[in-house]
């Protein structure tokens, strides 16, 4: 009688699964253990990683850095595959060449940047702070840590990051109070304008965390984060080399595209399945969109948090039994955040109408009066004003490419590229309009743009996870953890497992996150199989 081997299934081919995947099939003897199989629900490999072309350059709908490159091993994977060199020019490809950075107010003025840098020095050492770093250099964040921890005996519970940073901001303003008033654009007071510049700050704080609105993001949760050490970089040849290369190991039929599950079934303590297939007694049973059936006796989810919160209303079904409520508790404490970026081409006669010193579209930042103030430029969609970047995603490009996030990315998706295209047009030429480098900010136009749709791609649901106010690291831990729990006796361990960055405590959001815990899943099975080489 021929005994069957076991089977893993691995859900999504992102980072995660294919980590898993290449871990499993690598690992010394172990293909010959057990058959696996990676099913992708979409039309391509690499989930949120997602290199494109756009306007004959390259770019990343997705992950763009890699943050940290001692120790991390993206970067070690894509340093092994000569993928730091290109003959093509690439998005990032020269940092964020901020030597070209100019700031400006939505009605035209540059902000000089003495005014700007202690600003600048107070709201990155508050969030230095958050992050668990007590030597801060900055003399007024020391000095409004001093005041809170004096009025309020420590910092309280329940704390969300934006309201901390608020709470500096008028500790800073009141610093000047008898300046607030002083005139420094028309229309700008001495007050108004380092708030209209901390809330550009917060806003590409905004993009950074995937947290759409700040006051919702944690304050006591932000210290568990750690990135690896040494300089963010962006890959010449484009991060989805990365997944090529994770994926090139797998033999031809491993990778299974356009296979979404509908329903995992399980088993629990109190719910066991009646199995009927010719797969025997493997306890876990796929239900695909397309009504095919798969069984499995390990199934690896790596589908986004965005999905799994999808998946625990009771309309969804996706998993049956049901998630325990310690894992669904997780899910729905979680943040998940929507970031999307928009590719935009100046059009051909850009250049000769404009004609921005050197050529070249500068690194923008952008200055907003707050949303329903009666000194908003009326002309300004809603949409755009809590964006804070544009930019040539490398010097000289044509290509420009702006970040949205939280209910802003939402609507922007849901726009035409007509409307877009106007919306962003109306935007430059109000912020250019007194500028000194173009001859005529009207004649700023846009041909073509590319949009990212995150937010409302079903099989994302959002972009990357983030610490909320009222969860914690422990939820991620609680993601992380098997089905059926370790302690149950009457079912088949290790049913279902689970990987990708919302399950790991301290490198959420980041693509290292989701490959370790990718790697981390698989050395789970090697280890009950009993396989060497872990």
């Given amino acids: 009688m021929v005994t069957q081997k076991p089977k893993i299934v691995i859900i999504g081919a992102g980072i995660a699964g294919l980590a898993a995947a290449n871990k499993l099939y690598t690992t010394q003897n172990s293909n010959k253990l057990f058959d696996l199989c990676v099913v992708e629900g979409g039309n391509r490999i690499g989930g949120r990683i997602f290199t494109s072309n756009f306007c004959g ?13 001692e120790g991390n091993p993206i970067y ?13 020019p690439w998005e990032c490809m020269e940092g964020t060449f901020m030597d070209k950075k100019m700031t400006i107010t939505e009605d035209g003025h540059e902000i000089n940047p003495s005014f700007i840098k202690p600003i600048s020095n107070l709201f990155y050492n508050m969030l230095d702070f958050c ?3 007590k030597n801060l250099e900055n003399e007024v964040c020391r000095k409004f840590l001093e005041k809170i921890n004096l009025e309020n005996g420590g910092i309280e519970k329940n704390l969300s990051i934006g309201s ?3 709470k500096g901001l008028d500790f800073y303003c009141g610093l000047n109070k008898d300046q607030e008033n002083v005139a420094v654009f028309e229309n700008w007071s001495r007050t108004s304008l380092e708030e209209g510049v901390f809330s550009m700050y917060e806003n590409i704080h905004r993009h950074y965390s995937a947290a759409g609105d700040l006051g919702t993001l944690d304050f006591n949760g932000e210290s568990e984060y750690c990135d690896f050490p040494g300089d963010d970089l962006p890959i010449a040849k484009g991060y989805s080399k990365v997944i090529e290369s994770l994926a090139s190991v797998l033999p031809a039929g491993v990778i299974q595209l356009d296979r979404k599950v509908a329903k995992i079934e399980w088993q629990s303590d109190d719910c066991c399945l009646n199995l009927e297939s010719g797969d025997g007694t493997k306890p876990v049973k796929l239900h695909f969109s ?6 499995a006796d390990h199934v690896i989810v790596t589908v986004s948090l965005g999905v799994l919160k999808q998946g625990i209303r009771e309309d969804s079904g996706l998993f049956s039994p049901p998630l325990p409520k310690f894992k669904t508790e997780a899910i729905s404490r979680l943040g998940f955040g929507v970031v999307d970026k928009l590719f935009l081409q100046l059009s051909p006669n850009h250049d000769e109408n404009v004609g921005y010193d050197e050529m070249d579209f500068p690194f923008m930042q952008m200055v907003f009066h707050p949303s329903g103030a009666i000194l908003s430029q009326p002309k300004i969609p809603l949409w755009i004003r809590k964006t804070t970047l544009i930019n040539p995603i490398y010097p000289k490009s044509s ?14 998706e849901s726009l035409d590229d007509e409307e877009i295209i106007h919306g962003v047009s109306t935007t430059m030429s109000q912020f250019l309009a007194n500028s000194k480098h173009f001859k005529n900010s009207n004649s700023i136009k846009f041909s073509k743009i590319l949009k990212c749709k995150w937010g409302t791609d079903p099989l994302f649901l959002g972009s990357y996870s983030y610490v909320a106010v009222g969860s914690s690291g422990d939820d991620f831990d609680a993601l992380a953890e098997p089905l059926p729990k370790e302690n149950s006796k009457n079912c088949p361990p290790l049913q279902v497992l689970f990987a990708g960055e919302a399950t ?22 090697l280890e009950h199989f009993q396989c060497v080489d872990v």
């Fill in 504 to 525: 790991s405590r301290t490198q959420y959001s980041t693509t290292h996150g989701a490959y370790l815990t990718g790697i981390r899943e698989a050395n789970r099975l």
């Fill in 399 to 412: 290509v420009l490419v702006s970040w949205f996030a939280g209910e802003e990315a939402i609507e922007m």
């Fill in 131 to 133: 992050s668990g770093e």
């Fill in 76 to 88: 070690k994977i894509a340093q092994e595959i000569n993928s730091f060199q290109s003959d093509q």
């Fill in 164 to 166: 901390f940073l608020r």
């Fill in 57 to 69: 350059d390259k770019i990343e709908i997705g992950a763009t850095w890699i943050h940290g490159i």
């Fill in 290 to 295: 397309d009504g095919s059936l798969m069984y």
